[in-house]
Structures are given as structure tokens and as C-alpha cells.
């Protein structure tokens, strides 16, 4: 299984962040696996921003909800991040991952595959 991001690299303040998740060698919609979104902002740790399941449920961080939202398309394998109002903040390395659990956090155990990750950064 491979996973690749993409999207832009420089968003603006107050405008939203959008990435793809390119997934090949194994299907979104997979019983029993979750497919999220992590972030690792310059100095600090992994933070988990959500997920979205096999069956299509989703679910967000508290931290972010309000802003947060993940999406598929199953006809091209992909799943999507967008992040709304973002902030210098929101500066960091944005990674895609697998988990054969459902998990709620950024512990790397948990997940067995990874994509390469992009960094974003947030500035005007």
C-alpha cells in the first residue's frame, strides 16, 4: 500500500488548506481500516487531526472540528483534507496514514502505512 499527499504548498492566512491523499495498492473502503490525517508542526510532535473510515464516517480532533473537514472519492481512491481560516499555526509537515484500528491519536505505532508528507506553510 502506498499513500501520496498533494496540494499546494503556501496558504495564505484566513484561507483554506486543501490536500489530497492518493492511496494505491489497497482501497479506501477496506473493512476495518481508517484513513487519516497528521501533522507535525517545525519543533514539535504529531498531532492527529482526524479521520475518515472504510464505511465513510468521519471524525475530527475536538481541537479542530470547527474547522476541519475529510472527504473521499472512491472512484479515484483518494481522500481529502481541507482546513478552514488557517493561521501561521497551521504551519506544518501534513501527512496521510493507515490504521487497521480505529485511532484517535498520532502514536506512529498505530499506523502501517504512511505517506512521505508535504509541508504547508501558512504565511502571506
Known amino acids: 500500500v502506498q499513500l501520496q499527499e498533494s496540494g499546494p504548498g503556501l496558504v495564505k492566512p484566513s484561507q483554506t488548506l486543501s490536500l489530497t491523499c492518493t492511496v494505491s495498492g489497497g482501497s479506501i473502503t477496506t473493512n476495518n481500516y481508517y484513513w487519516s490525517w497528521i501533522r507535525q508542526p517545525p519543533g514539535k510532535g504529531l498531532e492527529w487531526i482526524g479521520y475518515?473510515?472504510?464505511?465513510?464516517?468521519?471524525y475530527y480532533s475536538p481541537s479542530l472540528k470547527s474547522r476541519t473537514s475529510i472527504s473521499r472519492d472512491t472512484s479515484n481512491n483518494q481522500f481529502s483534507l481541507q482546513l478552514k481560516s488557517v493561521t501561521p499555526e497551521d504551519t506544518a509537515v501534513y501527512y496521510c496514514?493507515?490504521?487497521?484500528?480505529?485511532?484517535?491519536?498520532?502514536?506512529?505505532?498505530?499506523?502501517?502505512?504512511w505517506g512521505q508528507g508535504t509541508q504547508v506553510t501558512v504565511s502571506s
Open positions: 496514514a493507515r490504521s487497521p484500528l480505529l485511532s484517535t491519536t498520532a502514536t506512529s505505532e498505530e499506523y502501517d502505512y
Open positions: 475518515i473510515a472504510y464505511s465513510g464516517s468521519t
